[in-house]
């Protein structure tokens, strides 16, 4: 089974600084997406990022862009340039594509780490 | 567009009792899931369904049932509602490339 660990509780970052999220996961697949999740106080979850395991480019959404070490199992979130609104819970997530239809399209379990609040001062 | 949305917000259920927790998407996905979310425990996943009149159980599936009669509709149901079962509860909604897509969520508290 595949478990995902983000060891970092709560962090806290200035207003317009760059942050770092931590993400491990342990997997023995080689095909693979990652996930980050945003959760502010509305609860409501929000898709920040995708990688998917077999490219070797790091994705990247305008402020926000990961490091993915495939070796080492790691996929950190940096947040660049800070804002008040950044203020949410973070999840890092595993999916291991498991499901396929006709059409090629593939699904999967996500397994989510424990998550990491953030906060963002002025 | 509505995409995922879940029904009620929030309920206060009495040990014992049951309900079901509505959930439906109006994107055409196949893969549809259900998660619980409890304190320092991230979300874990209930039961999924990979298309109409299929599902299967996820990591925590004791004491939920779910069905999938068509493409746009999975609720939860709760057999018989215990107070470990006070959590927050998401529906997610899949489309290509794994990438899900969450309704806001219903908050259940059982006293």
């Known amino acids: 089974a595949q478990t995902v660990t983000q060891s970092q509780p709560e962090m806290s970052v200035q207003e317009a600084e760059t942050v770092t999220l931590s993400c491990t996961y342990d997997?023995?697949?080689?095909?693979?997406?990652l996930f980050w999740y945003k959760q502010p106080p509305s609860r409501q979850m929000i898709l920040v990022i995708r990688?998917?395991?077999?490219?070797?480019q790091n994705a990247t959404e305008n402020r926000f862009s990961v490091n993915f070490q495939k070796a080492a199992k790691s996929f950190s979130l940096k947040i660049s340039d800070s804002q008040l609104g950044d203020t949410a819970m973070y999840f890092c997530a595993f999916m291991k594509p498991s499901f396929s239809n006709a059409g090629g399209t593939s699904y999967g379990k996500l397994t989510f780490g424990q998550g990491t609040i953030l906060t963002v001062h002025p | 567009n509505a995409g995922v949305t879940q029904t009620p917000k929030f309920q206060v259920l009495k040990t014992g009792q049951s309900m079901t927790l509505q959930c439906a998407q109006d994107m055409n996905h196949e893969y549809m899931s259900w998660y619980r979310q409890d304190p320092g425990m991230g979300l874990r996943l209930i039961h999924y369904s990979v298309g109409a009149g299929i599902t299967d159980q996820g990591e925590v599936p004791n004491g939920y049932n779910v069905s999938r009669s068509t493409t746009e509709d999975f609720p939860l149901r709760l057999l018989s509602a215990a107070p470990s079962q006070t959590s927050v509860y998401f529906c997610?909604?899949?489309?290509?490339?794994?990438?899900?897509?969450f309704g806001p969520g219903t908050r259940l508290l059982v006293l």
């Open positions: 990688q998917e395991a077999y490219k070797q």
């Open positions: 997610a909604s899949s489309y290509t490339g794994g990438t899900q897509y």
């Open positions: 997997t023995s697949e080689s095909n693979y997406y």
